[in-house]
């Protein structure tokens, strides 16, 4: 019995922060969306890159990293992509729940971890998304409120969300944590002239420091730093496969904090692509990588 407690904690370990990490990263959204009254979400977005790029230099440091120019490349493909990302997927919050908008950007990794392959049990898992977007995709009086515009911007999100994987295990390969902090520096100074046209001065006011700092920290700095322990202690399909119930965890995110119901459409639309991601990390060819990013 000694022998086993042990081992059962450090496997659980490693689980709890990651399911904190994602709790932290959906809470993070809940707030920033409560932002867009006042600076609308292009604002939120350069809000939260500009602070957590200040928190990500002072602790990652960057400066110390070496690239050549092939490298340089990638990460300046990876801090753009990254930006878009989060703006794109903050545009989708604007009028498509929570929940929802995780769900349709998380058929951006799913396109990365199935790219290329042959596999039947691949189409089935291919299916099994396109069924959930099926699902989601408004049709006719059946929309049950959800955007097309939004829901095209989540979309827009998961495509960037890919470029950010595959650009980023070129630009991380030698520097790694290091490389993330450079390209939020990046994907801030690509965002910022974009919230400055939308916000202006509003941006300026003291009042939204706080939430601002509150949303970097919710939704980058602290779900990432508690991602790279766990990733650390977890072999990577079991993390990939942990990272698959996200849109979950966006979804009760939404009605605890904004108050959005779901229907059970739409609830099973979510399942089919927790199940579709699922299914390919679990089956996924052992020199392949899972996901691994940040909303």
Known sequence: MNTIKPSLAS??????????????????????KQLFPLIGPQG???????????????????????????????????????????????????TVPLGIAVALEFTG??????YGSRRAIDFAW????VLGLILLVPMGDAAAGIDLVG???????????????????????????QTAALGVMIAALFVAPVGMVHAGAA????????????VAILSTALPYSLEMVALTRLPARTFGTLMS???????????????EVLSV????????????????????????APAVAMD
């Open 151 to 177: 829901a095209g911007f989540a979309l827009g999100a998961g495509a960037f969300w890919a470029l950010y994987i595959v650009y980023g295990q070129k630009a991380g390969h030698d520097n790694g944590v």
């Open 11 to 32: 496997s659980l370990f490693p689980v709890g922060l990651l399911l904190i990490a994602m709790a932290s990263i959906q809470s993070g959204a809940s707030l920033a």
């Open 265 to 288: 459409t739409q609830w099973l639309a979510i399942a089919s692509i927790i199940g579709a991601s699922v299914g390919a990390t679990l089956t996924l060819r052992k020199d392949s």
């Open 126 to 129: 291919i299916a099994l998304a």
């Open 44 to 94: 939120t977005t350069t809000l939260r890159l500009l602070f957590a790029s200040l928190v990500m230099l002072l602790l990652l440091r960057p400066w110390r990293a070496r690239f050549n120019a092939a490298s340089l490349r990638s990460v300046v493909v990876y801090g753009i992509s990254l930006g878009c990302m989060n703006l794109m997927f903050y545009m989708s919050l604007r």
């Open 109 to 114: 990794p799913l396109v990365v971890a199935l």
């Open 203 to 214: 941006l300026l006011n003291p009042a939204l420091i706080p939430l601002g700092i509150g």
């Open 245 to 259: 119930i996200e849109p979950a965890f966006g979804a009760l995110s939404g009605l605890l904090f904004l108050h």
